[in-house]
């Protein structure tokens, strides 16, 4: 049975992103434009992430702060809305989850699944030769857009509370269960819920 559900979710996966890519793509064409006229650097912020098996991939975003910002204040850590690497189109694109968009060429390589566990960093929280045998298993499906963790704490616990959440989700995987994630997301960004770390 999750032989059977693992194919629909890849199908409705690429098929979702292709068609949500094709509809979107005027948006996508207007965001990239912004981002372009608005603040030097490229359009996409691309980035090495942990994926499926701990197999690194390249993930996309659209840019939302300045050049350099890992390397400015917090690092890594964006905690407020006012960070002030943040720039002003930015702002409104992790505001509504716009910045997340790109990663449906992501879902669509087969990086990514719509609805899987956060890719985190390659050194953050820790390595992946660093995660417990029990928190490894969050890594036994493909990363997602969004998921379990993204509509019941987002960012507003530490991470190994978040990785909990990534294993229920692996355990208890089903078709159904994410288009009940799904639906929590999309209730999220029209809620504007904090996206923000304390």
């Known amino acids: 049975m999750k032989q059977i559900n693992l194919f629909i979710k890849r199908l409705f996966d690429f098929l979702g992103s292709l068609i949500g890519v094709i509809i979107l793509s005027p948006i996508l ?3 990239s434009i912004t ?3 608005s603040s030097k650097g490229p359009v996409f912020f691309k980035q090495k992430r942990l994926g499926k ?8 975003k659209f840019r939302t702060m300045v050049i350099g910002a890992e390397k400015k204040g917090n ?7 006012d960070d002030n690497r943040i720039t002003t189109i930015g702002k409104f694109l992790r505001a ?5 968009l790109p990663q449906l060429l992501n879902v669509i390589k087969g990086d990514m699944s719509l609805v899987g566990p956060r890719p985190p960093l390659l050194y953050h929280p820790y390595e992946y030769g660093n995660y417990s045998s029990v928190q490894k298993e969050r890594f036994k499906m493909k990363p ?3 998921g379990l963790a993204q509509v019941k704490v987002r960012n507003s616990v530490p991470w190994d509370k978040r990785i909990i959440l990534d294993v229920e989700y692996v355990d208890n995987f089903s078709i159904c269960l994410d288009f009940k994630i799904i639906l929590s997301t999309i209730k999220s960004i029209l809620f504007k819920e904090s ?3 304390n």
């Open 29 to 31: 064409l207007i965001i």
């Open 35 to 37: 981002i372009k006229i």
């Open 53 to 60: 098996n701990g197999k690194v991939f390249n993930i996309f």
């Open 75 to 81: 690092g890594i850590f964006v905690k407020t809305e």
């Open 96 to 100: 509504a989850s716009l910045d997340e």
């Open 144 to 146: 997602g857009i969004t």
């Open 195 to 197: 996206i923000y770390t």
